[in-house]
C-alpha cells in the first residue's frame, strides 16, 4: 500500500519570501507523485505532476518539485511566494496502474504574510 | 459542462436522514472517483467508476454508503441512516482515462455535508 506523509500542517511566510512544503512518500512499489492546492471554498487543482523523465517539475505560477527516489520524497518549492499563493497543498500519490486511487497527505496550509 | 458540477452545494441533514449527492463529470470521461474529506484533513478515498463499472469500492466507510453510475455519466452517492462522523465535504473527481500521458483528475468544488 502506499502512504504520504506532510510534516507541516501549517507554514507561515511573508510575501516574497522562499517557501518549501514538505512530502514523503512510502511505496513498495514504482508511483506517480502529485501536488494539488485548493483554495478557500474551491475543489482541488492539479499543481504538478511527476509520471517519469526529469526528477525536477515545474508548475505555470512558479512552483517547483524534486522527486527524489532514495529519499522517498517530493518536495514543493517556490523562491519568491505572493499572497496569492494562500491555500491548502496537498502531496499525493498513485501506483502505476490503471483502475489505481490517488492517496493524499492531510495537507499543508500556506499562509502568506505582507 | 466545462468541469464537474456537483450538486447541492452545501447539505444539512438530521442525524437518522438520508441523503444524496450528485456529481456531473465532464462529459466523455470515463473514470470517476468520490473522496471525503473530512475537516483539516486530505481526501480519503471513497470509491471508483470506470464507465457504469464500479470498480472499486474499498472505500466506503459503512454499508450505508452507496454509489451508482448507472449510464456511465452522472454518478450519485447514498448515505442512509447518516450520523454525524458522516459530516464531511464529498469530492467527486473524473479523467477521461489512465493513458500514458494520464491523470488529468478535474475535481468538483464538493458537497459539504453537516449532519445535525
Known amino acids: 500500500a502506499q502512504s504520504v506523509t506532510q510534516l507541516d500542517s501549517q507554514v507561515p511566510v511573508f510575501e516574497e519570501a522562499p517557501v518549501e512544503l514538505r512530502c514523503n512518500y512510502s511505496s513498495s512499489v514504482s508511483v506517480y507523485l502529485f501536488w494539488y492546492v485548493q483554495y478557500p471554498n474551491q475543489g482541488l487543482q492539479l499543481l504538478l505532476k511527476?509520471?517519469?523523465?526529469?526528477?525536477l517539475v515545474e508548475s505555470i505560477n512558479g512552483f517547483e518539485a524534486e522527486f527524489n527516489k532514495s529519499q522517498t520524497s517530493f518536495h514543493l518549492r517556490k523562491p519568491s511566494v505572493h499572497i496569492s499563493d494562500t491555500a491548502e497543498y496537498f502531496c499525493?500519490?498513485?501506483?502505476?496502474?490503471?483502475?489505481?486511487?490517488?492517496?493524499f497527505g492531510s495537507g499543508t496550509r500556506l499562509s502568506i504574510r505582507p | 459542462g466545462a468541469g464537474v458540477s456537483q450538486s447541492p452545494r452545501y447539505k444539512v441533514a438530521k442525524r437518522g436522514q438520508d441523503v444524496a449527492l450528485r456529481c456531473d463529470p465532464i462529459?466523455?470521461?470515463?473514470?470517476l472517483f468520490w473522496y471525503q474529506q473530512a475537516l483539516g484533513q486530505g481526501p480519503e478515498f471513497l470509491t471508483y467508476?470506470?464507465?457504469?463499472?464500479?470498480?472499486?469500492k474499498s472505500g466506503l466507510p459503512s454499508d450505508r454508503f452507496f454509489a451508482e453510475r448507472p449510464e456511465g455519466s452522472v454518478s450519485t452517492l447514498k448515505i442512509q441512516r447518516t450520523q454525524q462522523e458522516d459530516s464531511a465535504v464529498y469530492l467527486c473527481?473524473?479523467?477521461?482515462?489512465?493513458?500514458?500521458?494520464?491523470?488529468?483528475?478535474?475535481f468538483g468544488s464538493g458537497t459539504r455535508l453537516t449532519v445535525v
Open positions: 511527476y509520471l517519469s523523465g526529469s526528477t
Open positions: 473527481a473524473s479523467s477521461l482515462n489512465r493513458d500514458r500521458e494520464g491523470y488529468g483528475y478535474t
Open positions: 462529459s466523455g470521461h470515463v473514470s
Open positions: 467508476f470506470q464507465n457504469e463499472a464500479q470498480l472499486d
Open positions: 499525493a500519490v498513485t501506483r502505476y496502474s490503471s483502475a489505481s486511487k490517488i492517496i
